[in-house]
């Protein structure tokens, strides 16, 4: 069983909230606010202004493309330049891109074309930033508070997606999409503001390495011989991208289906809540956690979130699913957390960036077919099957990475 101490002061933390950590673990929060907002007033306003369902399907696939395609790019300047500067520069356009589209809305000058532009300028900022937010937590704290510092940006993110839909929605019903995308950009901007807070300079370079040292190329080919080096990482990458063919998909998809046969809209919306309302509480427990070995710890607690998804195969209930989504929910969190400790302390500090590229690509490269197969094997199968056969593989995958000794010894 994983070690597991609890530490009860609360010095650690307070002295995590003082300095550069405060400033950015703020201008994080304002900024998942912003990322979070995105998707839902983005739909709501192009639907609100065109009424038409392909409208929107080109929007957002001009927002979530760019990140694919452009996210090892990113890896590759984060670890080359300045992280801050990064950060500076890819909230400051996102919060130009996004409020063009608000001024277009606003002015009524709706045109798809240029709406669909801004949105894959934004989505390209987001490939950017996101390596560079991994990238540069160790930069802020101690090793020793790696673990506690995750934990409190994923309690202030868990807290940010259950309110911002919510405050987008309304904004859009209220006043308009068009400002509640205006608010969208204002917290981009006042983000960028915050991370101006931070050290010029945090991170001295290795060796004599300078950002014209090496070719692109070169650095992207060196970040991915680091990474298919670490025999725990990449176990655990291609287990993090069997475990989202198998959970997206079909959770998104089939889990409205089923629970909604069963207890309507309602249901499922509940369901939603309840699990966010896990992810929450245990991000909040785990700042007083400190696991001692993180990889085993994150893979054996990476078991639970397979739960809804049998749950969903075998019941379909909601008051079972919504159980199953809260177990899973606190067990996601733990396997995020020490995720994100582990590479922080055991990939290259200069090359972490690009590693994590690495790791996301493979995380996300799997949804979109995940996505697209959850209805045609529903159909063919049937739901349930299905639901129940994808917890199971989800169960062997998230165990898969415990067959490297580093990982379970780590």
């Known amino acids: 069983m994983a070690a597991v101490t609890t530490d009860l002061s609360t010095t650690p933390v307070r002295r995590l909230l003082r300095g550069r950590f405060g400033w950015f673990l703020t201008g994080r929060t304002i900024d998942m606010f912003g990322s979070s907002m995105t998707t839902v007033a983005l739909s709501l306003a192009v639907l609100q202004s065109s009424g038409q369902a392909t409208d929107l399907g080109i929007v957002l696939a001009a927002n979530i493309v760019p990140m694919l395609v452009l996210l090892l790019a990113g890896g590759v300047l984060a670890d080359r330049m300045s992280r801050r500067l990064l950060l500076i520069a890819a909230?400051?356009?996102?919060?130009?891109?996004?409020?063009?589209?608000?001024?277009?809305?606003?002015?009524?000058?709706?045109?798809?074309?240029?709406?669909?532009?801004?949105?894959?300028?934004?989505?390209?900022?987001?490939?950017?930033?996101?390596?560079?937010?991994?990238?540069?937590?160790?930069?802020?704290?101690?090793?020793?508070?790696?673990?506690?510092?995750?934990?409190?940006?994923?309690?202030?993110?868990?807290?940010?997606?259950?309110?911002?839909?919510?405050?987008?929605?309304?904004?859009?019903?209220?006043?308009?999409?068009?400002?509640?995308?205006?608010?969208?950009?204002?917290?981009?901007?006042?983000a960028a503001v915050l991370f101006l807070r931070l050290p010029p300079r945090i991170r001295t370079p290795v060796g004599d390495r300078t950002p014209a040292a090496a070719g692109l190329g070169r650095d992207l080919v060196a970040g991915w011989r680091i990474f298919r080096s670490q025999h725990w990482l990449v176990l655990t990458s291609v287990s993090f991208a069997v475990i989202n063919a198998v959970n997206v998909g079909p959770w998104n998809v089939l889990g409205p289906m089923l629970v909604s046969d069963r207890g309507g809209p309602l249901g499922w919306g509940a369901v939603l809540s309840v699990r966010a309302a896990g992810l929450l509480l245990?991000?909040?427990?785990?700042?007083?956690?400190?696991?001692?070995?993180?990889?085993?710890?994150?893979?054996?607690?990476?078991?639970?979130?397979?739960?809804?998804?049998?749950?969903?195969?075998?019941?379909?209930?909601?008051?079972?699913?919504?159980?199953?989504?809260?177990?899973?929910?606190?067990?996601?969190?733990?396997?995020?957390?020490?995720?994100?400790?582990?590479?922080?302390?055991?990939?290259?500090?200069?090359?972490?960036?690009?590693?994590?590229?690495?790791?996301?690509?493979?995380?996300?490269?799997?949804?979109?077919?995940?996505?697209?197969?959850?209805?045609?094997?529903?159909?063919?199968?049937?739901?349930?099957?299905?639901?129940?056969?994808?917890?199971?593989?989800?169960?062997?995958?998230?165990?898969?990475?415990?067959?490297?000794?580093?990982?379970?010894?780590?």
């Open 91 to 190: 909230n400051t356009v996102s919060a130009a891109a996004i409020g063009g589209v608000a001024v277009m809305l606003l002015t009524g000058r709706y045109h798809l074309p240029s709406i669909a532009v801004l949105a894959l300028v934004a989505g390209a900022a987001g490939a950017f930033a996101s390596p560079a937010l991994r990238g540069i937590v160790p930069e802020l704290v101690a090793d020793t508070d790696l673990q506690r510092a995750n934990a409190l940006l994923a309690s202030s993110g868990h807290a940010v997606r259950i309110i911002a839909p919510t405050v987008a929605g309304l904004l859009t019903a209220t006043a308009g999409g068009g400002w509640a995308l205006a608010v969208d950009a204002g917290s981009y901007l006042l």
């Open 282 to 410: 245990m991000s909040v427990v785990a700042v007083r956690l400190v696991f001692r070995r993180p990889l085993r710890t994150g893979r054996l607690f990476g078991v639970l979130p397979a739960l809804p998804l049998l749950a969903l195969g075998f019941s379909g209930e909601p008051w079972i699913v919504a159980v199953a989504a809260f177990v899973g929910g606190l067990g996601f969190t733990i396997s995020a957390i020490t995720w994100n400790t582990a590479l922080q302390t055991r990939v290259p500090r200069e090359a972490l960036s690009r590693v994590s590229a690495f790791d996301d690509l493979f995380s996300f490269i799997a949804i979109p077919l995940s996505q697209l197969a959850a209805g045609p094997l529903a159909a063919a199968l049937g739901a349930g099957p299905v639901a129940l056969a994808c917890g199971v593989v989800y169960v062997i995958a998230a165990l898969v990475p415990l067959l490297s000794t580093q990982a379970r010894r780590s």
